[in-house]
């Protein structure tokens, strides 16, 4: 077998520095290891090849003929490496950058910021793609993620990126059989349908001061829109965010609950891999969409 050719990696690594500054000592500094060390590594390379590389003389030592043929093709191969590291690395932190976003936040926040980071950032191409389910950033190909929810998302690094103006809502039939709420309370009776973590409406209630809320019941959606289509059928009141429904609510087609709220922990995350959250074009997205998000008109605010 190839594999059982190839001397260890190490050894040829100290075999390489020592024949190039023809001094262990040297050699060992470069690779922070001990003389003593790379004098055995070196040794033991010699003993798997079967011939002796440096000829030692005195307190010198000189490269033997096979080590002066065995040299240049060692040092080009560690050259070789050293280059396709260096291209994959460029590729891998320049040319396209894929965000994965919710079709709401990418049309009414995102997309309308997107030349700042272009302008930015010349050398990075953004893809942006949305869908209903959360993305698989492995079979995916994604690099960024923007999630609304808590922001806890296991061996995945979160930043918060903005929270949004939410407005508890319900279609006209569902109205006319509840009647209009009297206060936050009356809701805990009402059918409810969910964000996917089915923590939004817990979060209300508390900030509206009320306690003793059952666990939710009811369907739960991992998007926006689909929860909206959810409302407007009438399987229940939604809490939304109050750009996305203000039309809907302008035209009769849905009717506001209660007053517009802010959830500060209920919020946008940029999210992406730990793995991956330094790697040059990540970490311009995450400073530039945390730099965006903090800018007067950066909230999606309701109208």
Same mark, same amino acid.
């Given at each position: 077998?190839?594999?059982?050719?190839?001397?260890?990696?190490?050894? @040829?690594?100290?075999?390489?520095?020592?024949?190039?500054?023809?001094?262990?000592?040297?050699?060992?500094?470069?690779?922070?290891?001990?003389?003593?060390?790379?004098?055995?590594?070196?040794?033991?390379?010699?003993?798997?090849?079967?011939?002796?590389?440096?000829?030692?003389?005195?307190?010198?030592?000189?490269?033997?003929?096979?080590?002066?043929?065995?040299?240049?093709?060692?040092?080009?191969?560690?050259?070789?490496?050293?280059?396709?590291?260096?291209?994959?690395?460029?590729?891998?932190? =320049?040319?396209?950058?894929?965000?994965?976003?919710?079709?709401?936040?990418?049309?009414?926040?995102?997309?309308?910021?997107?030349?700042?980071?272009?302008?930015?950032?010349?050398?990075?191409?953004?893809?942006?793609?949305?869908?209903?389910?959360?993305?698989?950033?492995?079979?995916?190909?994604?690099?960024?993620?923007?999630?609304?929810?808590?922001?806890?998302?296991?061996?995945?690094?979160?930043?918060?990126?903005?929270?949004?103006?939410?407005?508890?809502?319900?279609?006209?039939?569902?109205?006319?059989?509840?009647? @209009?709420?009297?206060?936050?309370?009356?809701?805990?009776?009402?059918?409810?349908?969910?964000?996917?973590?089915?923590?939004? %409406?817990?979060? %209300?209630?508390?900030?509206?001061?009320?306690?003793?809320?059952?666990?939710?019941?009811?369907?739960?959606?991992?998007?926006?829109?689909?929860?909206?289509?959810?409302?407007?059928?009438?399987?229940?009141?939604?809490?939304?965010?109050?750009?996305?429904?203000?039309?809907?609510?302008?035209?009769?087609?849905?009717?506001?609950?209660?007053?517009?709220?802010?959830?500060?922990?209920?919020?946008?995350?940029?999210?992406?891999?730990?793995?991956?959250?330094?790697?040059?074009?990540?970490?311009?997205?995450?400073? %530039?969409?945390?730099?965006? =998000?903090?800018?007067?008109?950066?909230?999606?605010?309701?109208?």
């Amino acid at each position: 077998m190839i594999e059982h050719l190839l001397p260890p990696l190490n050894a @040829l690594r100290a075999f390489e520095a020592t024949a190039r500054h023809l001094s262990v000592k040297n050699a060992a500094d470069e690779l922070c290891v001990t003389p003593g060390a790379v004098s055995q590594m070196v040794k033991s390379l010699e003993l798997h090849l079967g011939v002796s590389l440096f000829r030692r003389v005195n307190r010198g030592i000189f490269l033997t003929d096979a080590g002066q043929g065995y040299l240049p093709p060692i040092r080009n191969a560690f050259r070789q490496i050293t280059e396709a590291t260096k291209r994959l690395t460029v590729s891998a932190d =320049s040319g396209v950058l894929t965000v994965s976003a919710a079709p709401f936040f990418a049309a009414a926040w995102l997309v309308p910021r997107l030349k700042d980071f272009q302008d930015e950032h010349p050398g990075i191409d953004v893809q942006v793609v949305t869908g209903k389910a959360l993305a698989d950033f492995e079979r995916d190909g994604v690099d960024v993620a923007i999630r609304h929810g808590l922001g806890r998302y296991p061996r995945l690094h979160s930043e918060r990126v903005l929270a949004v103006e939410i407005v508890p809502v319900a279609a006209p039939d569902l109205v006319r059989q509840f009647g @209009l709420p009297a206060g936050p309370a009356d809701l805990t009776r009402w059918p409810l349908v969910h964000e996917i973590e089915r923590k939004g %409406w817990l979060f %209300w209630f508390q900030a509206q001061g009320v306690s003793d809320v059952a666990a939710p019941r009811g369907p739960s959606f991992d998007d926006s829109t689909l929860l909206v289509q959810a409302v407007l059928a009438g399987q229940g009141a939604g809490l939304l965010p109050a750009a996305l429904v203000a039309s809907d609510i302008a035209a009769g087609s849905l009717v506001r609950l209660a007053d517009i709220a802010l959830l500060e922990d209920f919020a946008y995350y940029v999210v992406c891999p730990e793995i991956n959250r330094d790697r040059p074009k990540v970490a311009a997205f995450r400073q %530039w969409i945390l730099a965006a =998000s903090g800018a007067p008109d950066a909230p999606l605010a309701g109208h």
